[in-house]
């Protein structure tokens, strides 16, 4: 996040994605293409996990991942910055709101790489830690997910500008430790599960879906996609878990919004609400069309 100089008003700027990326490595290429936001998938079958990480972060069926997800959304709706939805007794982030954010991050990471999200993913739960570092795990209570960007706040004072402007500052900071952390201690195992299962669909779907998002964008999204790499990552991830993991399309909707409204600027969450209400309904559609049971004999 960005604090704003101004004495007047303080405006309530985007918490930054931060990842560990190649100096060299850019999405701004000379060479153009309809959507870039690309990455090289490799093939699922060439995984190769350590025997712990296979037990620990084992694909759970798509509809049973979706049972929990929907049972932890209708069990979380404490007030906003309630602690006890964020973390479980470990101490690490439990919610279905922390494994979309990680995706999202892996998934814009891989993008600007050009490399696979899953081989990403798995690269980054696994790699081993620095020496001497020390991860606080209260840092997780005062992060908060439901932080959005915002109208400017009017402020009275230099004093109050100031306030704002070091809180805004101790905010930033803690976003930027969590979100760069090792995830092993910032989020349990149904959140690192649950993350591995969207961005495994995003790969298996990814190419249908390039021709889906063609149909719903804007025009100016596509005639500059190497700017709407966050948006276009949110709709990847919304559609993936709409079809592949079986939640709700309600609730992927709200969260994609929600992920948009965090970390995008401009009109990218009204863009996005409708462009997956469109491919809801043109999802729905398809579906009904196909035949629910194979004919029996």
Known sequence: ???????????????????????????????????????HPIPLKGLILSPS??????????????EALEQAAETSASPRGASSSKVDKSGRFCSPRAARELALMIAYAACLEGSDPVRLFDKRVNAKREPGYVFDKAILLQYDH?????????????EEAEGLMLQNDKDSANEAEVLSA??????????LRLTRNILVAVVDRW?????????????????????RILELCILHLAMAEITSIGTRHQIVINEAVD???????GCAPRVINGC??????????????????????
């Open 1 to 39: 996040m960005e604090a704003c100089c101004l004495c007047s008003s303080s405006s309530s700027p985007k918490p930054h994605l931060s990842f560990n990326i190649s100096p060299n490595s850019s999405p701004f290429s000379a060479r153009r293409h309809p959507l870039l936001v690309s990455f």
């Open 53 to 66: 990480s296979r037990s620990s972060l084992q694909i759970s069926p798509p509809f049973a991942v979706a």
């Open 146 to 158: 439901m932080s959005f960007g915002g109208a400017p706040v009017e402020v009275g004072t230099e």
């Open 182 to 191: 090792p995830p092993k201690l910032v989020y349990n195992k149904f959140v």
């Open 207 to 227: 190419n249908d879906h390039v021709r889906l998002i063609a149909k719903v964008i804007p025009q100016n999204w596509k005639d500059e996609p190497a700017a």
């Open 259 to 265: 992920l948009a409204k965090r970390f995008c600027d």
């Open 276 to 297: 997956l209400r469109t491919f809801v309904k043109e999802y729905n559609t398809v579906d009904t069309v196909r035949p629910s049971e194979a004919p029996t004999a």
